[in-house]
């Protein structure tokens, strides 16, 4: 067959197959349009999940009538006016969106250019395009588009149902909406409100803040670390959630460069790296992080939605990305997301009898610890923070800190008064009580010790006085041999002991007197499920946590009085003891004014 030109419909129509997927994805490139064109207002409003109807309405500049009939050709734009493809900094910038859509669906153009005396209006139905003619609109732009992909019925049979594509449009518009929180935003479908975001006033950073919580929940908001860092010309800014604070699926994780929403694999590789010490693998935290990097620096034109961007120093934002993260965590220290109390005052009030369940469920929930209590971090910053010995001995840790010349209880996490089931410390505080899980707690002080004796001298190792013969499969044992020389430095010394066992000789000395035959066949457990081309260091959570966990005070075990308020003066001056290894609280805190609300003498 002889090489001919297509027809410009059906090349328009090809087109609109890459950049039109769906209801949600015209409604995307409509707003950041109108974006683009510096509205500080954007409506949106669907029929049929946007099958019937898509209309947009926004006020900003506004086009004359010739920029209308221009704005409908394919590569027409008004964002490069230097025909410079490396420094883009508009959202759009092919020129491609209205004539693709144009080209499957019926579309009406009206706008009105800011002074202009009369608005124009511009209609096109399947590429075929109409003489403008006088409109009325008061200013700015509104694109409808009705009877998406009739002019590609193929197309339209792939869509999903209408609340589905609803969903789809309403995330897109959530995810334009954080990154422009000066912005009014309105989704609505057949008369009925999805989102209403009113423009945010005042400082920058508390509308960012605002805008998030109102999209991500007012949880979020309650427990938003701040981020804010800089490295090489790169800007990083954002909230991150505090790793008590998580969800089974990483929905509740948005991402920006140069205040485009993308779906990048290193950045959300860089966020599981930055929580890979605080929360279980299958575990997700909650943060809207808005990268900042010179247009030179990132190529936004690798994919036809511009939903994926491509860095050109991928190791600086990556290392940015996890330090700055790593940063705020700590500088947390031992706080635990409000939604821990909240959910232990929610279990109680489930068991509430009678009416009184119903009266106390609109009341205030608990912010949880005071930041007053970072202020007890500094005095005790020179704590040794060695652990509990888990010998059962009724006895304080060393360097354990003087009583204070105020009460006990005016501690963050307050004075002991009782051990419960010999698991649950029972502390009070000066407005409510702590409830603190003994082992969990105990195990990220441990983990926290180890990384902290692994980036000094390495961590200290304790002689065994009679060395422990483990018994193992054949393959668990050479495994751990041919990682003798990792273990070691993580202050666990062994070799192999015939084909099928292992001799351990010596043990990190801050696990005290433990199971070493139990720690031995977890970790072998452990590294069967590794990469064996990976190193131990670059796994520390895993073997360390596992470690940890072996040498903690266990659940069942009967504390003195001086050891359980040694235990929590050490969580108050441990970044991250909010939460054990797998991101699970350490500690239940309930204000009194709560508890009073559950026996109903408030």
């Known amino acids: 067959m002889p090489i001919r030109r297509l027809p410009e419909t059906l090349v328009n129509q090809i087109a609109a197959g890459e950049v039109v997927e769906r209801p949600a994805s015209a409604v995307k490139e409509l707003i950041e349009n109108a974006l683009d064109a510096g509205a500080r207002r954007v409506d949106v409003s669907l029929r049929d999940g946007g099958k019937a109807l898509i209309a947009v309405t926004d006020d900003g500049c506004g086009m004359t009538r010739e920029e209308l009939e221009l704005a409908v050709e394919r590569h027409a734009t008004s964002k490069l006016p230097d025909d410079d493809l490396v420094h883009i900094r508009h959202l759009g910038f092919r020129g491609e969106a209205l004539p693709s859509i144009a080209a499957v669906a019926r579309v009406t153009l009206t706008s009105r250019q800011?002074?202009?005396?009369?608005?124009?209006?511009?209609?096109?139905?399947?590429?075929?395009?109409?003489?403008?003619?006088?409109?009325?609109?008061?200013?700015?732009?509104?694109?409808?588009?009705?009877?998406?992909?009739?002019?590609t019925p193929a197309r339209l049979k792939f869509l999903k149902q209408s609340r589905t594509e609803t969903g789809y449009t309403l995330d897109i518009v959530k995810r334009l909406a954080m990154a422009n929180p000066s912005v009014a935003f309105s989704l609505e479908e057949d008369g009925r409100d999805h989102l209403r975001l009113p423009a945010g006033q005042g400082d920058f950073f508390d509308q960012r803040l605002k805008r998030l919580s109102a999209i991500m929940g007012r949880e979020f908001g309650e427990n938003a670390l701040p981020i804010e860092a800089e490295r090489e010309g790169i800007r990083l800014s954002g909230f991150i959630g505090l790793p008590t604070l998580n969800r089974s699926t990483s929905q509740l994780q948005y991402l920006f460069v140069n205040g485009r929403p993308v779906r990048d694999k290193l950045l959300y590789g860089a966020v599981r790296g930055a929580y890979r010490d605080f929360l279980a693998h299958d575990r997700h935290p909650l943060l809207a992080l808005f990268l900042d990097i010179p247009p030179d620096e990132v190529d936004v034109n690798v994919h036809p939605m511009k939903a994926e961007v491509r860095f050109r120093d991928q190791g600086v934002v990556r290392g940015l990305i996890v330090s700055a993260c790593r940063h705020a965590l700590a500088e947390a220290g031992h706080r635990a997301s409000t939604t821990v109390a909240e959910g232990a005052l929610g279990a109680f009030r489930r068991e509430q009898p009678g009416n009184y369940a119903g009266s106390y469920r609109g009341s205030a929930l608990p912010r949880g610890l005071s930041d007053r209590g970072f202020d007890y971090q500094a005095p005790l910053s020179g704590l040794a923070g060695e652990p509990l010995a888990p010998d059962g001995s009724a006895r304080s840790i060393d360097g354990a800190p003087e009583e204070p010349s105020g009460p006990a209880t005016d501690f963050?996490?307050?004075?002991?008064?009782?051990?419960?089931?010999?698991?649950?410390?029972?502390?009070?505080?000066?407005?409510?009580?702590?409830?603190?899980?003994?082992?969990?707690a105990h195990e990220r002080l441990v983990y926290e010790r180890m990384k902290e004796q692994m980036a000094g001298a390495g961590v200290a190792r304790q002689i065994l006085l009679i060395p422990e013969v483990v018994e193992l499969e054949q393959e668990d044992a050479r495994r751990l041999a041919d990682r003798a020389?990792?273990?070691?430095?993580?202050?666990?010394?062994?070799?192999?002991?015939?084909?099928?066992?292992?001799?351990?000789?010596?043990?990190?000395?801050?696990?005290?007197?433990?199971?070493?035959?139990?720690?031995?066949?977890?970790?072998?457990?452990?590294?069967?499920?590794?990469?064996?081309a990976l190193a131990l260091t670059e796994r520390l959570g895993e073997v360390c946590g596992t470690m940890a966990c072996h040498g903690s005070v266990r659940a069942g075990r009967r504390l003195a009085a001086e050891e359980m308020n040694a235990l929590l003066r050490q969580m108050e001056a441990t970044p991250h003891s909010g939460q054990c290894n797998h991101g699970r609280p350490t500690y239940v805190e309930l204000k009194l004014a709560d508890i009073e609300k559950l026996f109903g003498r408030r």
Do not use: C, N
């Open 114 to 151: 800011s002074g202009a005396d009369e608005a124009w209006a511009l209609v096109v139905e399947g590429g075929k395009q109409q003489k403008p003619k006088p409109a009325a609109l008061d200013r700015g732009t509104r694109v409808e588009i009705r009877d998406l992909f009739f002019a």
């Open 412 to 440: 963050p996490l307050g004075a002991a008064r009782a051990q419960l089931h010999e698991t649950y410390i029972v502390a009070q505080t000066a407005d409510g009580i702590v409830i603190v899980d003994q082992h969990a």
């Open 485 to 532: 020389e990792e273990l070691a430095a993580l202050g666990l010394v062994l070799e192999a002991f015939g084909s099928g066992a292992v001799v351990v000789r010596e043990v990190p000395a801050l696990l005290g007197k433990l199971d070493v035959q139990g720690l031995v066949r977890d970790l072998a457990d452990e590294l069967s499920e590794m990469d064996q």
